[in-house]
Nanobody, 115 residues
Framework: QVQLVESGGGLVQPGRSLSLSCAASGFRFSSAVMGWYRQAPGKQRELVAIISSGGTTTYGNSVKGRFTVSRDNDKKTVSLQMSSLQVEDTAVYYC?????????WGQGTQVIVSS
């Protein structure tokens, strides 16, 4: 069965950096689109970043230039490096996959940006 397990969330001060990681299993990782979405309290889930099987990346407008998504097909992981974090980045971050196994989501990891 498909499993996406996020790690790396936590509390961080504005302007600092934080890295998230997602370990995937149960599907053909190398051929799947992988990425991250987030949902802040009272708001809809929104795109953060996705990366195709070929390495093409797409970012949400609010994180362009600050966040970097990457994948390791050998380790079956997708990572999100977040820098220059802002209070507005506070949200639950969800790992995402789209492939032959359909669309799948992780359980989410909380990121709180606060001084």
């Amino acid at each position: 069965q498909v499993q996406l397990v996020e790690s790396g969330g936590g509390l961080v001060q504005p302007g600092r950096s934080l890295s998230l990681s997602c370990a995937a299993s149960g599907f053909r990782f190398s051929s799947a689109v992988m990425g991250w979405y987030r949902q802040a309290p009272g708001k809809q889930r929104e795109l953060v970043a996705i990366i195709s099987s070929g390495g093409t990346t797409t970012y949400g407008n609010s994180v362009k230039g600050r966040f970097t998504v990457s994948r390791d097909n050998d380790k079956k992981t997708v990572s999100l490096q977040m820098s220059s974090l802002q209070v507005e980045d506070t949200a639950v971050y969800y790992c995402y996959s789209l492939g032959l196994a359909g669309t799948n989501w992780g359980q989410g990891t909380q990121v709180i940006v606060s001084s």
